[in-house]
């Protein structure tokens, strides 16, 4: 199969000046629209939706010249590509995006206004691609804007699922979950490649080393271009859909049997049917490993068929290609590329573990035990036994290769538990012998000395046999094989003995040259609690890649009344390339007027905040609150939970108040947004209590506009960029140790927003650019989480604030007492829950930097000073910053730029 077929353009593209990436020539472009309405639509009036489609087809046909421009020069100049190898994609939408990226914004808003509408007017109308959970896919996201904005040779490989993130809506007070079909209307963001095709086998047996697959599918490609800002370049998200090799079997349904005769197909189908909807959480389903094993199979066929169009030697692989896994999800990539090279192209093992762990690298995301993916053997041998044998054989290499370290390990081990035993016993021996002096003295006659002296004696001789019974059974502990059992890429589950695991993160390592994790908390977290016996062979190995976003979508596209006074105040657009250029913000936060007119803008974008909650959720919010907004996937870590205890205790108070107290609270409006994973028992509590929260508050007259609670459903990309310009304060509250990064609380900081958090993940990176006296930080350390859960059984030092707010839960204040009595008992009740992220410890000093939010936000002036500092302070987190260090740093992948 070819890489990249006949570009398919329209007929008007081919008769009409290319109108490039740097909108160089002129094409009509409100007669294209009109064209495509007419024939690519066949619509007989221009409504919203019709409008948006023929915009975004004749976008598309900028994109295939950007595309094809930039593929020619990549072909011609042959430098070394990343490719980034991801299961989710979190794109949202396109059009705005495109049309910016591409300087092509006044050419569209000139040909809209021959319609009536605008730019903003269509953009509605677009449905997200939601190919991604939450972070881990948002990222790759913005890696590719990035990419493509800094010109360095890369594509994004992924699944084309027909159904994204699942749509939430709330029924009844409780979330339901409805397939996201977001293919409905065509997709004029991708071009179909059927020219470019792969085989994925499946299950079979082995015959020797010789895998005969017993299912096999067709991988076809998907291109979606990806242009740059400011740049002709327009680089390459490849998605695969999967078809069957025969679509129907005429023999079979001739005969009458028609399920066997599109068995094949429903079982293609299946494969890029759906994301799974877990985002830290893995249910080690067949199917995933399918989809993980298909997405990367196809991705390194085409890959090498690329690589081999110019070069004949595969040895030089790692010199053209860099492989960027990120998470565990692609990770089988490990495996599958040593098949290809050695079944495929017949290579020696040892020369393909060499070009393996040359080309490939591992990213990070999580260090929640539960989504470091495990699949077990048996698993593994029913759907890839190839793959599982050339696992098993990675895996004698890899523990013969640390056997000498494992054995000097294994002897230090066992002389230093020796050493310990006997001190402990020496120490032990000190103690007796004060006693037993001490018993001499007391006694006083003869037979009281003889005693005490036996006694004695005797305790001697039992700890000398204690000590001896110790050290004989350590003896027989085989420390060496508890090392070398450490290294090992496949091990014994520890909640079901007997059953072996494939550890996919352990593969990883050790197929990779480069590991990383997402912020600097994070990076350590993995060297220390993670990995830490692979760090000790190879710390080199091991990085840190603070996350970034773009700040094309997340800041100028999203928050263009903002933007416009950032490049007002700068004198220069240039920062939305050049992000530190935020730091000459600095001195205008000093300036009255400018902060005024950073106020409005706030303002502003709270108004369309209010509007579109008034909207979809049909609550009347006042503009004058605090937005105190938390938008993410819900989850127990997230502490959700604790920020709606604290609410419900806002309240109460607020009721228990008289007129004249009233006066003096800060109104705030508290916005929720984020899916919970449909099987996430407790995260669907969570959802339901805050919209039981919210129903109660808003239709208590009492309370007015002191306190209103928004759950805002379906949380996702397009919500997020009207949510986040408005918000004032953000909470980041994670349990220290457990937000491997996160993301928004970038994108908040970059729009001014206030961020109430935790010593945990970026938030400590931003405190350090923002300045911590800037950020309302609250709760324990991350080194303090393991003793404090050893503790936790003790628990008993429950704030009176906590305590009266859950109570008020139970006694059914907010409906359903029974239906939440096991999520409060989860945090309230250690005979129940143990309240694992420790929200009972951390909620006193949670509350405390509330009533500290509070009191800035009296004091106006001072606010908007501050809040400038965070867009000031954090140009740091432009995703450009973080790819230009993978780049350089991991995959040695230089610009290559058109001229
Ligand atoms: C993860 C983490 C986030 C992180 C994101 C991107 O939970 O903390 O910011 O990846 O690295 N699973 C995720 O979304």
């Known amino acids: 199969s070819r890489a990249r077929g006949p570009m398919v353009r329209s007929v008007l593209e081919i008769n009409k000046p290319a109108n490039t990436a740097n909108g160089a020539g002129k094409v009509d472009l409100a007669g294209e629209v009109a064209n495509e309405l007419k024939y690519r639509l066949a619509a007989p009036k221009a409504d919203t939706d019709k409008l ?158 010789k895998w005969v697959p017993g299912e096999e599918v067709i991988a076809e490609a998907y291109d979606v271009p990806i242009p740059g800002y400011g740049t002709k370049t327009c680089s390459n998200l490849r998605l695969w859909d999967a078809l069957p090799l025969v679509e129907l079997d005429l023999d079979a349904f001739n005969a009458g049997q028609y399920e066997k005769a599109v068995e094949q197909k429903r079982k293609a189908d299946d494969i890029a049917a759906v994301l799974y909807p877990n985002d830290a959480t893995e249910y080690g389903k067949e199917l995933r490993l399918k989809q993980q094993f298909f997405f990367v199979s196809a991705s390194l066929q085409d890959t090498i068929a690329r690589y081999l169009e110019k070069h004949s030697d595969l040895a030089g692989l790692p010199e053209k290609a860099c492989f960027q896994m990120n998470d565990t999800h692609p990770t089988i990539a490990v495996a599958e590329l040593m098949r290809l090279l050695i079944d495929v192209h017949g290579l020696p093992y040892d020369k393909a573990w060499a070009i393996t762990t040359k080309s490939l690298a591992y990213t990070n995301h999580t260090v929640m035990p539960e989504a470091l993916e495990k699949w077990p053997v048996a698993v593994m041998q029913k759907l890839l036994p190839r793959h599982m044998q050339l696992i098993e054989q990675i895996n004698d290499a890899w523990l013969a290769s640390v056997k000498d370290h494992s054995a000097s390990k294994g002897a230090q081990l066992q002389a230093a538990k020796k050493a310990e035993r006997e001190a402990a016993a020496a120490a032990a021996k000190e103690e007796r012998a004060k006693a037993a002096a001490a018993a001499l003295e007391a006694a006083t006659t003869p037979e009281e000395k003889a005693a005490a002296e036996a006694a004695a004696k005797k305790a001697e001789e039992e700890a000398e046999a204690a000590l001896k019974a110790i050290l004989e059974e350590d003896a027989k502990v085989d420390y060496v094989a508890e090392v070398l059992k450490s290294y090992s890429i496949i091990q014994e589950n520890q909640w079901n003995k007997g059953e072996m695991l494939v550890n996919m993160a352990y593969l990883a390592v050790v197929g990779s040259f480069a590991v990383n994790g997402v912020a600097a908390i994070h990076s350590e977290i993995i060297k220390t609690d993670i990995f830490p016996q692979f760090v000790e062979l190879t710390p080199e190995k091991f990085q840190n890649k603070t996350n970034g976003v773009t700040l094309r979508r997340w800041l100028a596209y999203c928050n263009p009344e903002l933007s416009a006074l950032i490049t007002e105040a700068l004198g220069t657009d240039a920062w939305v390339k050049d992000a530190t250029l935020l730091a000459g913000l600095k001195p205008f936060a000093e300036d009255a007027a400018f902060r005024k007119r950073w106020r409005d803008v706030k303002f502003a974008k709270k108004a369309a905040l ?238 405390d930097a509330q009533d500290e939010v509070d009191k800035l936000y009296r004091d106006q002036e001072e606010w908007t000073r501050r809040s400038i500092l965070y867009t000031a302070g954090n140009g740091f987190f432009s995703s450009d910053r973080t790819i230009d260090q993978y780049a350089k740093e991991i995959w040695s992948v230089q610009p290559c730029r058109q001229a």
């Open 52 to 209: 948006y489609q023929s915009v975004a087809w004749s976008v598309h046909n900028r994109l295939v010249d950007a595309f094809d421009k930039t593929h020619e020069h990549w072909n011609k100049e042959d430098p070394k590509h990343v490719y980034y190898l991801s299961a989710e994609f979190l794109m949202g939408r396109t059009l705005t995006n495109a049309v910016h990226n591409m300087g092509l914004q006044g050419d569209y808003a000139e040909a809209l206004k021959q319609f009536g509408q605008t730019l903003e007017g269509v953009h509605g109308a677009e449905t997200d691609a939601a190919l991604g959970n939450g972070g881990l896919g948002r990222l790759a996201a913005c890696f590719l804007d990035s990419m493509a904005t800094l010109d360095l040779p890369g594509w994004g490989y992924g699944i084309r699922y027909r159904y994204g993130m699942f749509r939430q809506a709330i029924k009844d007070g409780l979330q339901v979950e409805l397939p996201d079909y977001w293919l409905d209307n065509g997709n004029p963001w991708e071009i179909r490649r059927p020219e470019t095709r792969f085989n994925v086998g499946f299950y079979g047996k082995l015959e020797g080393d």
């Open 610 to 847: 209010a509007k579109h909650i008034k909207e979809v959720t049909g609550y009347e919010v006042s503009t004058q609150p605090l937005f105190d907004v938390q938008v993410k996937r819900i989850h127990e870590y997230k502490r959700q939970f604790m920020n709606a205890i604290s609410i419900i205790y806002r309240y109460k108070k607020i009721k228990e108040m008289s007129p004249e107290e009233r006066k003096k609270v800060v109104p705030r409006v508290c916005i929720f947004g984020g899916k919970a994973a449909s099987a996430y028992y407790m995260a669907k509590k969570i959802v339901a209590l805050v919209v039981a929260i919210a129903a109660k508050v808003n239709n208590d007259p009492e309370v007015g506009d002191l306190l209103k609670v928004v759950f805002l459903p379906n949380y996702n990309v397009s919500e997020a960029e009207v949510i986040i310009p408005a918000a004032e304060l953000s909470q980041h509250i994670s349990t220290a140790g457990t937000e491997a990064s996160g993301t928004s609380n970038m994108k908040f900081a970059l729009n001014g927003s206030f961020i109430i958090g935790t010593m945990d993940g970026a938030n400590i990176e931003i405190g350090e650019n923002t300045g911590f006296e800037n950020l309302f930080i609250f709760g324990v350390q991350a080194e303090e989480i393991n003793r404090l859960r050893e503790e936790r059984k003790d628990f008993k030092d429950y704030d009176p604030r906590w305590t009266e707010a859950l109570e008020w839960v139970k006694a059914g204040a907010f409906g359903r007492a029974d239906y939440f009595d096991d999520l409060v008992a989860s945090v309230n009740d250690m005979t129940r829950g143990n309240d694992w992220f420790l929200l009972a410890n951390d909620f006193a000093s949670y509350m």
